[in-house]
């Protein structure tokens, strides 16, 4: 069996109070936890200092450089130590810390494969975002051909490290709120096996120490000016991947919940 070594990978920028509590519920998994802290400005480093845990290491970016930056900052310091997969997650306590375990058996079972979560919204799930998003993955399964994609935005995802490494380097760009989409449609592209696995989504209220840092102007400009950018190369592949076939691990999708 191929050498399977994943960790959590959470990046963080501003996200307040409700950071301690996501890496509370997180460490709670037992795995290995890093933080890559993405020029915050908030005083939330100072929030996690007195937490004690071998598993937990910290990692910082002196300026604010995008979620996708963080990731990639990240990803090349924990392949250094010897770590095959990462598990992204947010730090705003949207994601499950109780679906880890399941996101690392299944990458161990299918380490090739890239596990992607499958949103579960519930009724805190602002309509306007559950709404828009169906745009973005419109475009990405068809940039794709349908390769698998269920959904391009979502952030709980277990990527293997060398194709993620691989794909970012291949492009300047998904380095802020691109990087999931765009990652996305890239691992497709270079083949990479996709299993989406459902998983439940939560949006913390304001006063709940909730915290988005999405800016609907700004953000959608850019998932504009990427798809553009997207559709370009793949009219350069569509012979390439009209012919390949379709995601092999397609059938081990897990049904949705």
């Known amino acids: 069996m191929p050498d399977h070594r994943p960790l959590v990978l959470i990046p963080s920028y501003n996200t307040g109070p409700i950071l301690r509590q996501t890496l509370d519920a997180v460490l709670r998994a037992n795995v290995p936890v890093w933080v890559v802290f993405d020029g915050s400005t908030d005083g939330s480093p100072e929030l996690i200092k007195d937490l004690s845990s ?33 598990l992204s997650m947010d730090a705003d306590g949207q994601h499950p810390a109780e679906k ?8 161990a079972e299918f380490p090739q494969a890239a ?3 499958r949103p579960v919204f519930d009724s805190s799930a602002p309509a306007l975002r559950v709404n828009g998003r169906k745009i973005s993955n419109f475009w990405a399964n068809l940039e794709t051909l349908g390769w698998g994609i269920d959904d391009s935005l979502f952030g709980m995802r277990l ?21 999931e989409p765009e990652v996305a449609v890239r691992l497709a592209w270079r083949g990479v096996p996709i299993i989406n696995l ?14 988005s840092q999405f800016r609907y ?16 190369g793949f009219a350069l592949r569509f012979p390439y991947l009209l012919l390949r076939g379709d995601n092999p691990l397609e059938s081990e999708n897990p049904p949705s919940r």
């Not at 880890?100 to 990458?107: G, H, K, P």
């Not at 970012?168 to 709120?177: G, H, L, P, V």
């Not at 459902?198 to 006063?207: G, H, I």
């Not at 102007?217 to 370009?232: A, Q």
């Open 217 to 232: 102007l700004r953000d959608n400009t850019l998932l504009t000016w990427m798809h553009l950018r997207l559709m370009l």
């Open 100 to 107: 880890i375990r399941e996101f690392f058996a299944i990458s």
């Open 54 to 86: 071998p598993h937990l290491k910290v990692l910082s970016l002196e300026k604010n450089s995008g979620k996708g930056s963080a990731v990639l900052y990240g990803l090349k310091a924990a392949m250094t130590e010897g770590f095959t997969h990462v």
């Open 159 to 179: 990527y293997p490290a060398a194709d993620l490494l691989a794909v970012m380097e291949s492009t300047q760009f998904a380095r802020r709120f691109d990087f």
């Open 198 to 211: 459902p998983t439940p989504v939560l949006y913390p209220k304001a006063e709940d120490g909730g915290i």
């Open 115 to 117: 596990i992607f979560g």
